[in-house]
């Protein structure tokens, strides 16, 4: 199971363009790369999901490295709403196991 | 059904009782996660089902808990004489493969709120 590294923590204001980066140094050939968003109270829900290069969606856009080490969610324009902890699962499909995530607060 | 439905979703009960934990998944998903998320934690894994047989059960944090899933479908998490640290969010996943990329992505449920006095 590749380990994730990300930030705690980030701080961002409405309309800006946040990214948020993801290490996963030991990240294996069959392993794709998937990013959720949870708010209080609520389950993770899914974003978006890439195994290389770039990924975009109505949501946000994903962009991995040729190394496929990091990958960096970004989300355009971010909205108070936004305001959420997301996290980045690397792995196979089956073994789901989650790292500490990173607290995005977005402020007015 | 159309989404992951666990209950119930909200559960009090005294230290020392036993409480189960229903997690009904979308229909015809295989694969059943069971997590723990304590207030302001991230996601503690605790066992995982592919059908009704379990290959990982390593999250489980003592023999005070246990699951179980019949028919490829309903899960239970039972956890026996519950303690005050077993107070926390108790999420259920099920696993589909709906992502343009492939590969499987989990859909959760709304989670049951243990509070143990």
């Known amino acids: 199971l590749a380990k994730t590294t990300q930030p705690i923590s980030m701080d961002s204001y409405e309309g800006q363009e946040v990214n948020i980066t993801c290490s996963h140094n030991?990240?294996?050939?069959?392993?794709?790369i998937t990013w959720y968003q949870q708010f209080p109270s609520q389950g993770p829900r899914f974003i978006i999901q890439?195994?290389?290069t770039k990924v975009t969606n109505e949501v946000a856009s994903l962009f991995i490295p040729a190394d496929r080490k990091s990958s960096t969610l970004s989300l355009p324009r971010v909205s108070l709403s936004d305001t959420a902890v997301y996290y980045c699962?690397?792995?196979?499909?089956?073994?789901?196991?989650f790292g500490a995530g990173t607290r995005l607060t977005v402020k007015p | 059904g159309a989404g992951v439905s666990q209950s119930p979703s909200n559960k009090v009960t005294e230290k020392g009782k036993d409480v189960e934990l229903r997690c009904d998944p979308i229909?015809?998903?295989?694969?059943l996660y069971w997590y723990r998320q304590s207030l302001g934690q991230g996601l503690e894994f605790l066992i995982y089902?592919?059908?009704?047989?379990?290959?990982?059960k390593s999250g489980l944090p003592s023999d005070r808990f246990s699951a179980e899933r019949t028919g490829g479908s309903v899960s239970t998490l039972t956890i026996q004489r519950t303690q005050q640290e077993d107070s926390a969010v108790y999420l259920c996943?099920?696993?589909?493969?709906?992502?343009?990329?492939?590969?499987?992505?989990?859909?959760f449920g709304a989670g049951s709120r243990l509070t143990v006095l």
């Open positions: 699962l690397v792995g196979d499909g089956f073994d789901m196991r």
């Open positions: 030991n990240i294996a050939t069959n392993d794709y």
């Open positions: 890439g195994y290389k």
């Open positions: 229909s015809g998903h295989t694969a």
């Open positions: 089902f592919q059908g009704n047989s379990a290959p990982d």
């Open positions: 996943a099920t696993n589909s493969q709906s992502s343009p990329s492939g590969a499987n992505v989990l859909t």
